[in-house]
């Protein structure tokens, strides 16, 4: 049981080395490579003028390829260290901010590799894997205590409905994370017309289409925490933070849904809201720190 | 006054009225007013949940300039304030309008779209396809047709001018998916609003072993605690608990079971949870009559005692006595602070205190004495007697006839949002022309700015020339958005 959790541990530290390789790999990847050219000029005096000019070209497909597969190492890792964990609580880990945190960054480095083959664009990488590593650096911040497996109290211990309800927000922060790097590239694209970034409709698209799968997930969160807290508390809604901040950030989604069929705000304004949205997410996700709440149990 | 110029008026403002209808309307029908309702209510949301932080207080700490606002903003009730319930009132009527205003012409699409197009719309399509054969247009377009259809999708014609206009679409009911969803989020409120209207809820239903309660709430009701039980981790906190209880009407038990935290008992539409428990004391108190004034369990807890704030006591009235009688137990938690501790009892004992409920009453002053279990004292010219120790369970009971609603109104708003993502509505325009060796179709989706529509139609124009033996020759013009609109044919390789 001890050595489950220390490996489950060794694990996730080796995942973190390879999601923090891949998204070197990957920003090397979409910015692409500078290029410096060095012109030589002859004067009317007979002297030489050398002039310098940089640019950037496109980064050699060889680079992006190793960065995902860096990333799958990185999820595979992060399988593994879940797996060891998920045996030695005999449950999923999903309880506390460290397991949530941990399950987030397998099902963000997972729904972004998807999203990346269906799409066949890389460049995205650049934003998601800074933020999965990002999300890593978190974990090993987090009081060492919350890296024991503990019991549950009993408001927790309805199994199948926590389960789902607690998997279905990390799959919505994921893939909301997927949106947020879509936006993130649309605008850039959208502004500077980098030759070799992905095509802004195409940056829009993936984005809608992440919100697709996020926007729904999300409804199910809040659909299912009203279903638990009735069962636990008698009530299906209380108006407890944590709720609310969700709801919030589902309102915010819905905004966004609404713009991408107005004239003029389809694109970039759309992306805007996404950006404020997954400003959203991240206030749920870390909104522990901030307010109190029936959600506050479980270490933060 | 002529009658010309009456019905004039009549007409000047009939036609005001329609103005000012109109425009309201249009204000409901509106998508963008929709976007900044929708925000708004986001907004409100999120000062309500800001109110649990300690943020603004800090601020008002180092500030104290701001201190009455962040005072007022910490008073403010948001979701009970006016503008929250104006804000639901003014969407929810919204959805309704919108859902009435657009119904007439989402059927429209479904049931009899418009076949006809222009060659104007195909060429400047962004993406488009175009197949050559060298047979006559009727013939080409019926061979379109059955490979359109082959890929599940609905295939209208129409001849014009010689040439066959075709329309194919799959898929077509899911255009209706929104109304369902956006009719749950009226139906959650409406949900709501029934539950607060003829629902109860009992936050602490105390009710020790053994005794009986009655619920109330015209339930006619009462409730039986047959036995309590619990089970503790090593550090002391609760792992589980549960309470049997047994439920009676007219003195007869209607239903008997368990509950625990998250399994909560079910009678009808009331349901009875598990949520906390605690120490009770069992008493019979009789006067000098020998009148029994209270023979039942009295749970320790809700109430504290100045003699030791920290142990579970109790406070009841004994109206007929004219005296209030407080109870007091043990205070078993070492980690309690001991010097508040003015009564020192030990296990098995508790410390009974009676004082006057008013001025002219047979006992001037509150008198008290330490009792052990079984045992009886007189205190004033009553006799109470220490039955035993017992427990009491804290249930809350919750009717809410809104439930129904909402779980509808869960399933329309996830099923909705799964057809309307999932299965979205895919269209396609084409019109088959004769040229000098047969004829040619040209098919564009109706997909404008949508990359995903444009790649389905891309593979659908694959699938359909691999069907048919043609290779189709596919255009793509850049998106007006891209600043370097160019146009490229490209022929597949199949
Ligand atoms: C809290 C309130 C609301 C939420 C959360 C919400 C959510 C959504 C969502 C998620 C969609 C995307 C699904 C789809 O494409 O059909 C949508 C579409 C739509 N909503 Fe709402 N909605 C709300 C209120 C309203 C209101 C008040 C109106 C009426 C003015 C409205 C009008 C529409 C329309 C016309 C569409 C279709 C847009 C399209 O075809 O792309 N919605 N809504």
Not at chain 1, 281 to 296: E, Q
Not at chain 2, 198 to 209: H, K, L, Q, S, V
Not at chain 2, 261 to 275: E, M
Request: aromatic share 12%; hydrophobic share 50%.
């Amino acid at each position: 049981m001890e050595t489950l959790v220390r490996l489950s541990f060794y694990c996730f530290a080796a995942a973190t080395i390879a999601f923090a390789a891949s998204a070197l790999c990957y920003v090397a990847y979409a910015i692409g490579r500078v290029r410096l050219r060095q012109t030589t000029l002859a004067t009317n005096a007979g002297t030489t003028m050398v002039s310098h000019e940089a640019s950037l070209e496109p980064a050699s497909l060889g680079i992006g390829r190793f960065a995902t597969l860096l990333a799958w190492f990185g999820v595979a890792f992060q399988v593994a260290s879940i797996l060891f964990r998920t045996v030695a609580g005999g449950r999923l880990p999903l309880s506390n901010m460290y397991e949530f945190s941990s399950t987030f960054v397998l099902l963000a480095g997972v729904v972004y590799l998807l999203f990346e083959r269906w799409y066949g664009v890389r460049q995205l990488g650049a934003i998601v894997l800074p933020l999965i590593v990002g999300m890593c650096a978190y974990i090993w911040l987090l009081p060492a205590e919350l890296r024991e497996v503990n019991a549950l109290i009993p408001a927790l211990q309805n199994r199948p409905l926590m389960t789902i309800h607690v998997s279905m927000a990390i799959l919505a922060y994921a893939t909301f994370a997927v949106a947020f790097a879509a936006a993130v590239l649309f605008l850039v694209a959208n502004r500077w017309q980098v030759a070799w970034l992905p095509s802004p409709d195409l940056l829009d698209d993936l984005g809608y289409r992440a919100v697709t799968i996020g926007f729904p997930a999300m409804s199910l969160v809040l659909i299912l925490g009203s279903v638990w807290a009735y069962r636990a508390w008698g009530t299906y809604w209380q108006w407890d933070p944590k709720e609310t901040a969700a709801l919030f950030t589902w309102l915010i989604y819905g905004v966004y849904l609404h713009t991408r069929s107005l004239r003029g705000w389809r694109g970039s304004r759309s992306a805007v809201i996404l950006l404020v949205a997954f400003a959203a997410v991240v206030f749920t996700y870390f909104g522990n720190y901030v307010f109190g709440g029936l959600h506050a149990y479980g270490g933060v | 006054m002529t009658h010309a110029s009456v019905q004039q008026r009549t007409l000047q403002s009939r036609a005001l009225a329609d103005i000012v209808v109109d425009r309201i309307w249009r204000f409901f029908c509106s998508v963008r007013a929709a976007v900044v309702e929708i925000a708004i209510l986001a907004l409100l949301v999120l000062v309500g949940t800001l109110r649990g932080s300690s943020v603004p207080q800090a601020i008002a700490d180092t500030f104290p300039v701001t201190a009455p606002i962040v005072d007022r903003w910490y008073a403010w009730d948001v979701y009970r304030s006016l503008p929250f319930a104006g804000i639901l009132t003014l969407l929810s009527v919204a959805i309704a309008v919108c859902t009435i205003n657009r119904a007439p012409g989402i059927w429209q699409a479904i049931a009899h779209p418009s076949v006809g197009t222009t060659h104007g719309f195909l060429r400047n399509a962004e993406t488009s396809a175009s197949f050559a054969a060298s047979i006559p247009p009727h013939a080409f377009a019926g061979q379109l047709g059955t490979a359109l259809r082959s890929k599940r999708y609905r295939v209208l014609t129409e001849e014009r001018n010689g040439e066959v206009h075709l329309y194919a679409d799959r898929w077509r009911f899911s255009r209706l998916a929104t109304f369902p969803f956006h009719l749950a989020l009226i139906m959650i409120l409406a949900g709501g609003i029934v539950g607060a209207a003829w629902g109860f809820r009992e936050n602490e239903f105390y009710i020790p072993e053994g005794s009986v309660r009655e619920l109330g709430h015209g339930t006619g009701l009462h409730v039986r605690l047959d036995d309590f039980s619990e089970v503790y981790r090593e550090d002391g906190t609760a792992l589980a608990y549960r309470s049997d209880i047994t439920l009676m009407r007219d003195g007869q038990p209607v239903q008997s079971g368990s509950m625990t935290v998250n399994n909560p008992l079910t009678f009808g539409d009331i349901v009875f949870y598990q949520s906390g428990f605690g120490q009770a004391v069992a008493l019979k108190i009789e006067d000098s009559a020998g009148q029994v004034l209270f023979d039942d369990a009295l749970p320790l807890g809700p109430f504290q005692s100045r003699l030791n704030p920290d142990s579970p006591a109790a406070r009841i009235d004994l109206l007929p006595a004219g005296v209030a009688l407080s109870v007091v137990a043990p205070d078993e938690n070492p980690a309690n602070a001991p010097e508040l501790d003015t009564l020192q009892l030990r296990p098995g004992q508790m410390f009974f205190m009676i004082r006057p409920l008013g001025a002219d009453r047979p006992i001037a002053e509150p008198i008290g004495a330490t009792v052990s279990q079984g045992d009886s004292i007189q205190l004033g010219d009553l006799t109470l007697t220490f039955v035993r120790e017992r427990r009491f369970s804290v249930l809350q009971v919750a009717r809410n006839p809104g439930i129904p609603l909402f779980i509808a109104a869960s399933v329309l708003l996830i099923g909705g949002l799964a057809i309307t993502f999932y299965f979205p509505h895919r269209r396609v325009r084409g019109i088959v022309s004769t040229t000098t060796d047969g004829s040619v179709a040209r098919l564009a989706p109706i997909a404008r700015r949508d990359w995903s529509a444009k790649r389905v139609f891309e593979r659908l124009a694959l699938d359909i020339g691999r069907q048919l033996g043609i290779g189709p020759e596919l255009h793509v013009n850049e998106p007006a958005s891209a600043l370097t609109g160019s146009r490229q044919s490209v022929r597949p390789s199949l």
